[in-house]
């Protein structure tokens, strides 16, 4: 029995956390999950099976490939690839952790945290908790689609998720591990009969108070005013069909959806990721400003791009591509492209990183295409270099509502990161807005055609986390590690 629970726990406190994420079950799962992470940190197999459980429910809408008949695989071929790529996510979601792991038990072992006094417990785990949200940041940058802890917890907990203003979602992320530890030490003090009770008073008090802070941070600014109008056209163009389209019948389709936007008095059009084909242009001068998602050709490579066509024009006038693509998916290594072909178009390549946007026919914004969102870094630099909204365009399609769930809830972190209202565009959902204070202001039903006007704010004033980024999360690191190392030492 001993050693069936030995391997199931893990595994559970996995299923867990991968339940909870971007779900109303974080306050309940979320927190008994990590504690379970902590319990067994200091062993290889617990890391492994925790990390591989947690990845493997979370991100079980990638089973949601197949079919890839449509590509010319067969329908064999197409479940063994979507369950290839669901278990090789997980897999690698479990040497994460693994990793993480042994570094923390290099830090403090498990016999420390129970024979040693508590500031020497908690400043080791505070070390390697940073660790972990330093990870998060690391694993943003790569090809590898990981929700944050930070990020999962909306809308389970928004009053905590306020915190992001001050040191963003890898700063709650730190605070959200240290809350799972806490646990499991009462829970293990209990367990051996020690005494508990200043470290659950002093937690609980430290719990209030987060919440409270948050809250404040964002609570509604009633001085803004709602300055520009922009039209959001919903595709529902299924990712299967778009091979079907010609840009013809695309032109006529955006000529239509303009007069909509032009008689709501809308500034701006903006029609999702991946809409329009290589070689688009209008018959017609375009109506209004629109922003189109599609594909244009520079130096004989594809690129998947944000396309701003100005009114009276019938060529884009300006443009930013998507840097971080999709492997396999979108990024197929030269090598492989004869004999691996899941990307329709044979592969794409990847812009500059920078996703500011200034175009003299709108405010200037950062533009996000699909799971650039969970790069909160670079999002925060546009933020920095002078944007006043966010516009995130994505396509979703053919996945379940859970990666709906998952992508709302990177969103609206990084609105309540940089106190800035977020348009999406996406072709079966979600598309809408959200506002500043991770406000869900409107949002389409999903798979439904449709074509609604949002009324945005402009950015007025920027967080000390847009500001100063992780540089105040960085710098306690080097402190604590200069303090382990040397001023320990000295005593």
């Not at 959200?176 to 499991?184: A, D, R, V």
């Not at 209030?208 to 709602?226: A, E, K, M, P, V």
């Not at 239509?256 to 329009?276: C, F, H, M, Y």
Request: with cysteine.
């Amino acid at each position: 029995t001993n050693k069936f629970l030995k391997y199931i726990t893990p595994v559970a406190g996995g299923i867990l956390g991968g339940i909870s994420i971007s779900s109303y079950l974080w306050i309940m799962f979320m927190p008994i999950s990590l504690s379970i992470l902590w319990s067994g940190f200091d062993r290889k197999y617990s890391n492994f099976l925790w990390g591989f459980s947690l990845i493997l429910i979370s991100h079980y809408w990638l089973l949601y490939l197949h079919p890839l008949t449509w590509l010319g695989f067969s329908w064999i071929a197409s479940i063994l690839i979507s369950n290839i790529i669901l278990i090789f996510c997980s897999l690698l979601g479990g040497f994460c952790v693994i990793l993480w792991g042994l570094i923390g038990s290099k830090i403090i072992s498990k016999n420390d945290i129970f024979s040693q006094k508590d500031s020497f417990v908690f400043i080791r785990v505070t070390l390697i908790s940073l660790l972990w949200a330093f990870g998060e940041v690391f694993i943003s940058q790569t090809s590898f689609f990981w929700i944050g802890i930070g990020e999962s917890l909306i809308p389970g907990d928004l009053y905590l998720a306020g915190l992001a203003r001050l040191i963003g979602s890898p700063g709650v992320c730190f605070i959200i591990i240290f809350l799972g530890f806490w646990i499991f030490l009462i829970f293990e003090r209990w367990k051996r009969k020690l005494n508990f009770n200043k470290i659950f008073f002093v937690g609980i008090v430290s719990i209030f108070c987060l919440h409270l802070i948050g809250g404040y941070l964002i609570q509604t600014d009633n001085f803004r005013n709602s300055l520009y109008p922009i039209a959001i056209w919903q595709t529902n163009i299924p990712t299967r069909e778009k091979l079907f389209q010609n840009n013809q019948k695309t032109t006529q389709q955006i000529l239509i959806e303009q007069n909509k936007a032009l008689s709501r008095d809308a500034q701006l059009l903006v029609v999702p990721e991946g809409t329009l084909k290589t070689n688009f242009y209008f018959k017609e001068p375009s109506k209004i400003n629109t922003l189109i998602g599609g594909f244009r050709i520079e130096k004989n490579s594809i690129r998947n791009s944000l396309l701003a066509y100005k009114k009276g024009d019938k060529f884009y006038s300006n443009f930013v591509d998507k840097y971080r693509l999709v492997p396999l998916g979108e990024k197929i290594p030269i090598i492989f492209r004869k004999f691996l072909n899941l990307s329709s178009l044979g592969g794409i390549e990847p812009g500059n990183q920078k996703r500011f946007f200034e175009w003299q026919n709108s405010p200037p914004f950062a533009a996000i295409i699909c799971y650039e969102i969970t790069d909160g870094l670079k999002i925060k630099n546009a933020v920095q270099d002078g944007s006043k909204f966010m516009l995130a365009i994505a396509n979703l399609d053919p996945y379940p509502s859970r990666i709906f769930n998952q992508y709302l809830s990177l969103v609206r972190m990084r609105s309540i990161e940089n106190n800035i209202d977020t348009v999406i565009a996406s072709n079966t959902g979600p598309s809408g807005l959200i506002r500043n204070d991770g406000r869900i202001d409107k949002l389409m039903e999903s798979n439904k055609e449709d074509n609604e006007v949002v009324y945005i704010n402009l950015l007025n004033k920027k967080t000390f986390y847009t500001h100063y980024g992780i540089w105040p999360l960085f710098i306690t690191f080097i402190f604590i590690s200069i303090y382990i190392n040397y001023f320990e030492n000295i005593k």
